[in-house]
């Protein structure tokens, strides 16, 4: 019966073992991630002269972005083009703190701010191939297919094939779909006053249904009416991720991104 009992717990056994390794594995894998390689990162940054926040386990600075964010938007805005403040007030008040060049963290990873013209102009002008995209994970990589998103060949590709798209004479033949949006978008403003006397209108989505009425003109020859849904759902969509980007602090989030 001891025998048996024995052999009847050695599986278990070797499960508890399998189970406790990955615990552990993991464990690390987190430890190291989220902890070793910032603080390592940190002062190296800071060596090459980049200044910038410092780390903040776990989630570096993903919460007071959101905090920053939430109180610009609770402010009413204000009647002027600098509207810096209010759509990045994270990055205005980083850069306004630590220069045009400054270092931030996107959970344990670090992100470098460059605000100066001449030097980006440099980076995305780069060809031997030091410049790499952030790669996107989880439901952000939904969104953002793409050229925007691609690197390599994959870029070349999707570039050769997007490029005569917006060649000058292309965009020349798409003038007149141009001018017909514009024109429909005016006379029903016009109506909006006639009918009304005067009216206080809300150009934001105007200006929406006039950009998706333009690119359904001008790519597919169809009406913004008939692809309204499929731009509503995109938009939806766009909307929904960027409130959980703003929302979620889950370990798994953050530290995926930088281990994959």
Same mark, same amino acid.
């Not at 508890?16 to 552990?24: I, K, P, V």
């Not at 980083?94 to 102009?121: C, Q, Y």
């Not at 998103?149 to 060649?167: D, L, M, T, V």
């Given at each position: 019966?001891?025998? !048996?009992?024995?052999?009847? #717990?050695? @599986?278990?056994?070797?499960?508890?073992?399998?189970? %406790?390794?990955?615990?552990?594995?993991?464990?690390?894998?987190?430890?190291?991630?989220?902890?070793?390689?910032?603080?390592?990162?940190?002062?190296?940054?800071?060596?090459? !002269?980049?200044?910038?926040?410092?780390?903040?386990?776990?989630?570096?600075?993903?919460?007071?972005?959101?905090?920053?964010? +939430?109180?610009?938007?609770?402010k009413p805005m204000q009647l002027s083009h600098d509207i810096t403040p209010r759509v990045n007030r994270f990055y205005y008040d980083t /850069?306004?703190?630590?220069?045009?060049?400054?270092?931030?963290? $996107?959970?344990?990873?670090?992100?470098?701010?460059?605000?100066?013209?001449?030097?980006?102009?440099?980076?995305?002008?780069?060809?031997? =191939?030091?410049?790499?995209?952030?790669?996107?994970?989880?439901?952000?990589?939904?969104?953002?297919? =793409?050229?925007?998103?691609?690197?390599?060949?994959?870029?070349?590709?999707?570039?050769? /094939?997007?490029? @005569?798209?917006?060649?000058?004479?292309?965009?020349?033949?798409?003038? @007149? +779909? $141009?001018?017909?949006?514009?024109?429909?978008?005016?006379?029903?403003?016009?109506?909006?006053?006639?009918?009304?006397?005067?009216?206080?209108? *809300?150009?934001?989505?105007?200006? #929406?249904?006039?950009?998706? *009425?333009?690119?359904?003109?001008? +790519?597919?020859?169809? %009406?913004?009416?008939?692809?309204?849904?499929?731009?509503?759902? #995109? %938009?939806?969509?766009?909307?929904?991720?960027?409130?959980?980007?703003?929302?979620?602090?889950?370990?798994?989030?953050?530290? +995926? *991104?930088?281990?994959?």
């Amino acid at each position: 019966m001891a025998v !048996g009992t024995l052999l009847l #717990q050695q @599986p278990w056994t070797w499960l508890c073992f399998l189970g %406790s390794f990955l615990a552990l594995w993991w464990a690390w894998r987190v430890l190291e991630s989220a902890w070793i390689i910032p603080r390592r990162l940190g002062p190296a940054l800071q060596a090459q !002269g980049l200044r910038g926040t410092v780390y903040r386990f776990p989630f570096g600075d993903l919460k007071e972005f959101a905090r920053l964010a +939430a109180a610009a938007r609770a402010k009413p805005m204000q009647l002027s083009h600098d509207i810096t403040p209010r759509v990045n007030r994270f990055y205005y008040d980083t /850069i306004k703190e630590h220069g045009k060049i400054s270092v931030t963290w $996107f959970g344990p990873t670090p992100r470098v701010i460059v605000n100066d013209a001449k030097l980006v102009r440099e980076i995305l002008a780069n060809k031997f =191939g030091h410049f790499q995209k952030r790669k996107n994970t989880g439901i952000v990589s939904r969104l953002s297919r =793409g050229l925007v998103s691609h690197e390599g060949e994959k870029w070349a590709a999707h570039r050769k /094939i997007i490029n @005569p798209a917006f060649h000058v004479e292309k965009l020349k033949k798409m003038l @007149p +779909a $141009f001018a017909a949006c514009s024109n429909e978008l005016i006379t029903r403003w016009v109506g909006y006053v006639e009918s009304n006397g005067r009216k206080e209108i *809300d150009v934001w989505p105007e200006f #929406q249904n006039l950009t998706g *009425d333009v690119i359904s003109r001008s +790519a597919f020859g169809s %009406s913004f009416s008939e692809g309204r849904r499929i731009f509503q759902l #995109q %938009s939806e969509q766009a909307k929904n991720i960027v409130k959980l980007i703003n929302s979620l602090y889950l370990p798994a989030y953050t530290l +995926a *991104d930088a281990m994959m």
